[in-house]
């Protein structure tokens, strides 16, 4: 019924940037909030950002003034721009998805399969 898939990530090296999207689609009522996560080895999933339908955002500390979480609510899209990419970003980052579907009351949580970034030192 909904599909969650993000594209844009790859290798780069230190101090680099990349852009991850992940586009929502299906029978989407409404979508309340979508964010990004990461995994890396042997470590749990973390959040990195969120943010809602109305614009509000939330980040890690540690990503804080290197990414930025826009959402284009039109296109049920939301982006992650990364600058100043450091070795210790790299991991398998996740987009999820807060949405109600048609003819449902409630959110579901919705997840991406997963895009790989890798930053080199």
């Known amino acids: 019924q909904v599909q969650v898939v993000e594209s844009g990530g790859g290798l780069v090296q230190s101090g680099g940037s990349l852009r991850l999207s992940c586009a929502a689609s299906?029978?989407?009522?409404?979508?309340?909030?979508m964010g990004w996560y990461r995994q890396a080895p042997g470590k749990q999933r973390e959040s990195v950002a969120v943010?809602?339908?109305?614009?509000?955002?939330n980040y890690q500390d540690s990503v804080k003034g290197r990414f930025t979480i826009s959402m284009d609510n039109a296109k049920n899209t939301v982006y992650l721009q990364m600058n100043n990419l450091k070795p210790e970003d790299t991991a398998v980052y996740y987009c999820?998805?807060?949405?109600?579907?048609?003819?449902?009351?409630?959110?579901?949580?919705?997840w991406g399969q997963g895009t790989q970034v890798t930053v080199s030192s």
């Open positions: 999820s998805a807060a949405i109600r579907i048609v003819g449902q009351l409630s959110d579901w949580d919705y």
């Open positions: 299906g029978s989407i009522h409404s979508i309340h909030a």
């Open positions: 943010i809602t339908s109305g614009g509000i955002t």
